[in-house]
């Protein structure tokens, strides 16, 4: 069996380092827990940036996985299949829309919602061909490729990977004069995280959102709720958006939405929205396979439960109590988040959050840093209250 040292080394001669991942190494998990190839256990409490909100090796999603590729797993878009029909009509009816476009990754979907963004503003709102707007906000992240990084605020995303795509007007996050400011004729679309993940677990100021929706509705405005990392369940609704009643005109979904199991994303939107596509305008091979359908449909099936909703509401409030204890009190400087998810802001003083991170790791706890000095927080929504007590505990540790 290789090492640890040996996988790394292998990797980083071999693959594009465009990660910076922690030293570990999994082979295998179940539930909130990891193991290395070493045979080391690590309490995992990042869960694929949301990808595993239901964790590892869930039974129920590994079982609907197992029944289809025994079936069918790809048929393409040229022809029907059996599990299609279903898994648009069940999402879009957990979304209270009519209609779904579904891809496969995060940023494709992004990609999707700016494409018809654009293509409903030229057709419906009759804006000039060409002159389509869509108003982003600062530190947002909706993933990597071309169009996206054009309206990136982050150095690191953007740089290099020009010429850009115009077409977006970037503005302050959380400010609703400066998004007032912004929305003009031209503008087709308001594109937001309801909560910046990567930005460090950023929650606008009450009332943001509502005040996105009002002024988007009078203004005749598509407001589209990036939900990949925030929806299906993460902060205690099944949409972030729900904190504040507010029901965005799209929802862009991903991550969880497969169940860390296959990607799979989507666009849910109503028909008067989504309804301007027409076959050839766009698609994607393994956009709505069979497999991606079936995982996602027992997706839908376990949030209508509730019971995961109820889990991170009710572990969310403990971890935040508990997180605000160590506020003020030592190297811990700002907590914020919702649900089962926090962003904890440490003094650069003490280190950094890699620094953290890795001293984490040491002692079985795995997290991950982002902009500096800062971690995110957000275990599978299946943890066990036991279990994030222990990586508490460890945490405390760290800091003292």
């Avoid at 609704?237 to 969880?256: M, N, Q, S, W």
């Avoid at 709505?288 to 949030?303: K, T």
Wanted: with cysteine.
């Amino acid at each position: 069996m290789s090492t640890t040292q040996d996988q790394i080394r292998a990797a980083d001669a071999h693959s594009a380092h465009n990660y910076h991942p922690l030293p570990v190494v999994i082979a295998s998990a179940e539930g909130a827990w990891v193991t290395d190839v070493e045979g080391e256990r690590y309490l995992d409490m990042l869960a694929g940036y949301s990808a595993l909100n239901f964790g590892h090796g869930n039974r129920r999603l590994l079982d609907a996985a197992r029944d289809q590729l025994e079936r069918v797993t790809l048929t393409s878009r040229a022809f029907h299949h059996d599990r299609f029909a279903d898994f648009c009509t069940q999402l879009a009816a957990m979304c209270g829309k009519d209609m779904v476009l579904p891809m496969n990754t995060g940023a494709e979907a992004v990609e999707t919602a700016v494409k018809t963004a654009r293509k409903w503003g030229y057709r419906v709102k009759g804006v000039p061909e060409g002159r389509a707007k869509i108003v982003v906000a600062e530190n947002n992240f909706h993933g990597r490729t071309t169009t996206i990084v054009s309206f990136s605020t982050d150095p690191e995303a953007r740089a290099d990977y020009g010429p850009y795509t115009p077409g977006f007007e970037i503005v302050p996050y959380g400010d609703l004069d400066a998004l007032r400011a912004a929305v003009d004729d031209d503008t087709v679309a308001v594109l937001l995280e309801p909560i910046q993940g990567e930005a460090g677990v950023l929650v606008p100021p009450p009332g943001y959102l509502a005040g996105v929706r009002e002024l988007t509705a009078a203004r005749g405005v598509l407001f589209m709720a990036d939900e990949i990392q925030s929806g299906l369940g993460r902060t205690g609704r099944t949409f972030a958006c729900e904190h504040e009643g507010v029901v965005p005109d799209v929802y862009i979904l991903g991550k969880a939405l497969g169940g860390g199991v296959v990607p799979v994303s989507a666009v849910v939107a109503d028909r008067d929205v989504l309804g301007v596509f027409h076959p050839g305008e766009h698609g994607s091979t393994f956009g709505g396979n069979p497999l991606a359908c079936a995982v996602g449909l027992e997706v839908v099936a376990m949030l209508r439960t509730g019971e995961f909703q109820q889990r991170a509401t009710e572990l969310g409030d403990h971890l935040h109590a508990e997180l605000g204890l160590l506020t003020g009190n030592g190297p811990v400087r700002e907590v914020r988040g919702r649900g089962l998810w926090a962003g904890v802001d440490i003094d650069p003083s003490y280190g950094t959050g890699r620094e953290l991170s890795e001293k984490l790791m040491a002692r079985g706890v795995l997290v991950k840093d982002t902009h500096g000095s800062t971690i995110r927080i957000a275990p599978p929504l299946v943890i066990s209250k036991e279990d994030l007590d222990w990586g508490l505990d460890q945490l405390r540790a760290v800091l003292t």
